[in-house]
Nanobody
Framework: QVQLVESGGGLVQAGGSLRLSCAASGGTFSIYAMGWFRQAPGKEREFAADISFSGGRTGYADSVKGRFTISRDNGKNMVYLQMNSLKPEDTAVYYC???????????WGQGTQVTVSA
């Protein structure tokens, strides 16, 4: 059983940056693919970025490509999402997820709110 705790959300002006962190515990972190998802008010949860268990492969939604960077530190059981050039449409609750394969996630964090003001 893997527990995930996100942090780093907050309020930022458009064009600003935030770095989200996700701390994992309770499992062998290095075997899990990790993903970041987000859910805006009134919308479905959507994929933002993911990373393979080794960190060698990453993927991004078109809406964040070139602005967001996902990374992980298997020694610290951490995954990060660096968000630059933020836009008001990036406002959402951001969730960290873990799974044995990219695209198949069975463990989720509680989410962290990101609000981007115009």
């Amino acid at each position: 059983q893997v527990q995930l705790v996100e942090s780093g959300g907050g309020l930022v002006q458009a064009g600003g940056s935030l770095r989200l962190s996700c701390a994992a515990s309770g499992g062998t972190f290095s075997i899990y693919a990790m993903g970041w998802f987000r859910q805006a008010p009134g919308k479905e949860r959507e994929f933002a970025a993911d990373i393979s268990f080794s960190g060698g492969r990453t993927g991004y939604a078109d809406s964040v490509k070139g602005r967001f960077t996902i990374s992980r530190d298997n020694g610290k059981n951490m995954v990060y999402l660096q968000m630059n050039s933020l836009k008001p449409e990036d406002t959402a609750v951001y969730y960290c997820a873990a799974g044995l394969f990219r695209g198949s996630y069975g463990f989720w964090g509680q989410g962290t709110q990101v609000t981007v003001s115009a």
